[in-house]
């Protein structure tokens, strides 16, 4: 697809938008020709055919709607019906004009928000981002494959061993090239970054036939045979004759090949169909969370399952707990015991100097980060987002973050937990369930008194929300203990958990 080179004045003066990750992605594979037939996003007919039929208005297969949906703000400065307002350009998330889209169909699907229907074009350089050299577009893609047959395998996970023996028995069986897609929308299934997915490809790429290797930001529906029928058209359009897949048959432009299940065979360490292995001499795939057991111990990966390439890209992405990042968000009302025991668990460690901590006390971080901010709704769910962003950082560097703001949103809470598992990081909720009545006792700034005269609006727990958790993987009441033994609960379960040896 040829560039669109836009006078100044129109850049300019079209309104912009970021559309959301998912629709960034269908539009890097509108650009690149993945997507082909389709040079946009869909509009009305098409859209509404594809929900129901599963095809364009035309009569065309296409298994999923690609569409692109803009607030009201946006949509009220386009008009499709005037040529000059009909461009939307669309940026990264850094704000760099990415496309345009010519909106000729502009429709409300819900309350406040408008589908937006048209051609999209590129504008400006193609984005960058890791392992950009791997994105390459269809056409790029067919003038460097051989001739005759391609197979096409989707790598949503590592390939072990068992996998990489599937991929090189069928690639023989049919006597094909391979062509592994490595999906790097967003993290994997078991939650594993896309780059740490690509690089394990990499890593394996030795032990399947010449194989040539392409990242694509498909993105999963949720959906299994419209994802299939999916993975199916773009494969086809990279140039793949046939389809290792599990799924129901695909049809169309490519052929299905069912993988057979593997064996190792103890007798002579080959892997091979699991049929031609007798049972009492076979080792089957380990599972998912057996491998992650084992690089959460920091257990070396069995060679006979994992080639060790492969196992070194997992364990530097999942090391074991005991060097990984950890977020640990105390959660409660203020007075609850939140700082103190922070502080005593941040002291701990400091002086087991087994692990690097950073603090992040509610009232610090609202001098220094949050300076400014309110007790608003808003306001404290900007207050935690920082906080969970810096911790964030700390956990992707490998230390540990204590955060001790009073986080009254379980909504926020689990924005935090999900900022610390994007890094590669754990993340642990401790509920300081101390009860209203002993915090309103301490009152140790005098503001439970003045909240209660009407002095202090929405003050937590009084005048204000707190939104009890119900997914804390610790809870503590500190009316019930001591200071040094809340402090020893959590050291214990940090023990336990593995993120500590000992203290
Ligand atoms: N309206 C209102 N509600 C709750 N708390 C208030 C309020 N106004 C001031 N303070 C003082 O601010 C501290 C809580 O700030 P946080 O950043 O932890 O709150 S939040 O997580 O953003 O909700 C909290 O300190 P801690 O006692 O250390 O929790 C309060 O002393
Ligand atoms: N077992 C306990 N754990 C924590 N704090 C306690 C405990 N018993 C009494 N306290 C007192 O309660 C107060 C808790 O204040 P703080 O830690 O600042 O709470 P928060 O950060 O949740 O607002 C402190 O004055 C602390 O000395």
């Known amino acids: 697809m040829t560039d669109w080179v836009l006078p100044d004045g129109v850049l300019r003066d079209a309104p912009s938008y970021t559309p959301r990750p998912a629709e960034l992605a269908d539009l890097e594979l509108l650009l690149s020709g993945a997507y082909a037939p389709l040079t946009g996003f869909l509009a009305g007919d098409d859209a509404a055919s594809v929900a129901r039929r599963g095809s364009l208005a035309d009569g065309t297969p296409w298994p999923v709607p690609v569409t692109l949906v803009v607030p009201v703000e946006v949509a009220e400065r386009l008009d499709p019906g005037q040529p000059v307002r009909r461009l939307l350009i669309l940026t990264d998330p850094e704000g760099a004009p990415v496309a345009a889209v010519e909106a000729m169909e502009l429709t409300e699907v819900r309350d406040g928000w408008f589908r937006v229907g048209g051609p999209v074009r590129r504008v400006g350089a193609p984005e960058h981002g890791a392992f950009r050299r791997l994105r390459r577009t269809p056409e790029e893609v067919r ?16 390939l072990h061993r068992p996998q990489l023996a599937q991929i090189g028995n069928a690639a023989r069986t049919i006597g094909a090239h391979v062509l592994v897609f490595v999906p790097v929308a967003g993290p994997t299934p078991e939650g594993l970054a896309p780059e740490v997915l690509v690089r394990s490809i990499l890593a394996a790429s030795d032990r399947i036939p010449p194989a040539t290797i392409v990242a694509v930001p498909l993105a999963s529906r949720g959906d299994e045979v419209r994802d299939g029928l999916l993975r199916a058209r ?3 359009n990279y140039g793949a004759t046939h389809l290792l897949s599990t799924g129901a048959a695909v049809g169309g432009a490519i052929r299905v090949v069912v993988p057979r299940d593997f064996a190792y065979d103890n007798r002579d360490g080959q892997w091979r169909p699991m049929d031609d292995v007798p049972p009492r001499q076979r080792r089957t795939a380990m599972s998912v969370d057996d491998i992650n057991d084992l690089l ?23 090391p074991p707990r005991h060097q990984r990042g950890l977020v640990l968000l105390f959660t409660g009302l203020s007075g609850a015991g939140k700082s103190t025991v922070a502080r005593g668990v941040g002291d701990a460690l400091a002086e087991s100097g087994e692990r690097r901590a950073t603090t992040l006390d509610g009232d610090v971080v609202r001098r220094m980060l949050s300076a400014g901010l309110g007790f608003s ?3 404290r769910d900007r207050n935690i987002r920082r906080i969970g962003f810096v911790a964030a950082e700390v956990a992707r560097h490998g230390g540990i973050a204590l955060c001790a703001p009073i986080a009254p949103y ?8 999900e900022m610390a598992h994007a890094v590669g990081g754990d993340f642990v909720l401790v509920h300081v369930a ?11 700034k005098g503001l439970y008194a003045k909240a209660r005269a009407g002095m202090v609006p929405a003050f937590t727990g009084v005048t204000d929300p707190y939104e009890e958790p119900t997914d804390a993987d610790l809870t503590l009441d500190t009316s019930k203990l001591s200071v040094e033994e809340a402090v020893e609960e959590v050291l214990d379960f940090l023990v336990s958990g593995g993120w500590l040896d000992s203290v």
Request: hydrophobic share 40%.
């Open 143 to 158: 003038a460097g494959l051989p001739d005759g047959r391609v197979l096409g395998v989707i790598a949503t996970r590592p």
């Open 234 to 236: 773009v494969a086809a």
């Open 296 to 318: 959460d111990r920091g257990s070396p990966l069995p060679e006979w399952h994992t080639p060790p390439a492969v196992a070194r890209e997992l364990r530097k992405a999942r």
């Open 377 to 379: 709704a808003e306001d």
């Open 410 to 417: 379980a909504r926020t809470r689990a924005e935090v937990r």
């Open 434 to 444: 101390t009860p209203l009545a002993v915090c309103e006792e301490r009152d140790r």
